[in-house]
T-cell receptor, first 113, second 112 residues
Framework: DAGVIQSPRHEVTEMGQEVTLRCKPISGHNSLFWYRQTMMRGLELLIYFNNNVPIDDSGMPEDRFSAKMPNASFSTLKIQPSEPRDSAVYFC???????????FGPGTRLTVL | AQSVTQLGSHVSVSEGALVLLRCNYSSSVPPYLFWYVQYPNQGLQLLLKYTSAATLVKGINGFEAEFKKSETSFHLTKPSAHMRDAAEYFCAVSTTADKLIFGTGTRLQVFP
C-alpha cells in the first residue's frame, strides 16, 4: 500500500486566498483525521471522520476552516480566506479501527504570506 | 479527561548511551498509549503501542516502553542510542472519545 497520500506537499499563497489541502487515506481504513502542527501549539487535532461522517470538529479554529469527506478515499481541508497565522504543517492520518494506530501522511507545509 | 505530559523538551545522549524519554498520562479509563517518532520533514511513524496485553511493549528500531499503572507512566527506552535515532518523539493517549491526545514532544539529539 502507498500509505496516506497528501497533496500538495508544499503550498505558498498570499493572505486572503483560498487554500485546499487533499488527502487519500489507506484503502480499507474507516477513520480519517486532520492535524495541524506548529512550533507554538504542537500537534492539534482539527477534525476527524468515521465512515465519511464528521464526528468531532471542535478543533477547527474558525469558520474559515472547513473539511469534507465525500467518499472513503478522499478528503479535503479548505481554508478561505487564508491568513498568515494559518502557516503550519497539516497532517492527514487514517486508521482501520478503534484503538488501532493512526497512519500519518507526509504532511503539507503551508505558508501564507 | 485524558492528558499526556512529556518531561523534557530536549534530551541529548552520546551514541551508544541509554535513551530514556519520559511520558506520564492521565486517564479515567484504562488507556491505549502510543509512542510516535517524527524525522525531519516527515510525518509521524508509530514506534509502539500499549493496549493492555503486556506491560512491557517492544517496538521498532530497538525501542521499548513499560506501562506502569501505579506511576501513570509509559517511558520510552533504548539500551544503546544510534545517530539515526535523532528525531522528535511523541507520546499519545487514546481518549474515551476515540481521539489521540499528543504530548508536546521530546527532541532527541545523539552525539558521536
Amino acid at each position: 500500500d502507498a500509505g496516506v497520500i497528501q497533496s500538495p506537499r508544499h503550498e505558498v499563497t498570499e493572505m486572503g486566498q483560498e487554500v485546499t489541502l487533499r488527502c487519500k487515506p489507506i484503502s480499507g481504513h474507516n477513520s480519517l483525521f486532520w492535524y495541524r502542527q506548529t512550533m507554538m501549539r504542537g500537534l492539534e487535532l482539527l477534525i476527524y471522520f468515521n465512515n465519511n461522517v464528521p464526528i468531532d470538529d471542535s478543533g477547527m479554529p474558525e469558520d474559515r476552516f472547513s473539511a469534507k469527506m465525500p467518499n472513503a478515499s478522499f478528503s479535503t481541508l479548505k481554508i478561505q480566506p487564508s491568513e498568515p497565522r494559518d502557516s503550519a504543517v497539516y497532517f492527514c492520518a487514517s486508521r482501520s479501527g478503534r484503538g488501532d494506530e493512526q497512519f500519518f501522511g507526509p504532511g503539507t507545509r503551508l505558508t501564507v504570506l | 479527561a485524558q492528558s499526556v505530559t512529556q518531561l523534557g523538551s530536549h534530551v541529548s545522549v552520546s551514541e551508544g548511551a541509554l535513551v530514556l524519554l519520559r511520558c506520564n498520562y492521565s486517564s479515567s479509563v484504562p488507556p491505549y498509549l502510543f509512542w510516535y517518532v517524527q524525522y525531519p520533514n516527515q510525518g509521524l511513524q508509530l514506534l509502539l503501542k500499549y493496549t493492555s496485553a503486556a506491560t512491557l511493549v517492544k517496538g521498532i528500531n530497538g525501542f521499548e516502553a513499560e506501562f506502569k499503572k501505579s506511576e501513570t507512566s509509559f517511558h520510552l527506552t533504548k539500551p544503546s542510542a544510534h545517530m539515526r535515532d535523532a528525531a522528535e518523539y511523541f507520546c499519545a493517549v487514546s481518549t474515551t472519545a476515540d481521539k489521540l491526545i499528543f504530548g508536546t514532544g521530546t527532541r532527541l539529539q545523539v552525539f558521536p
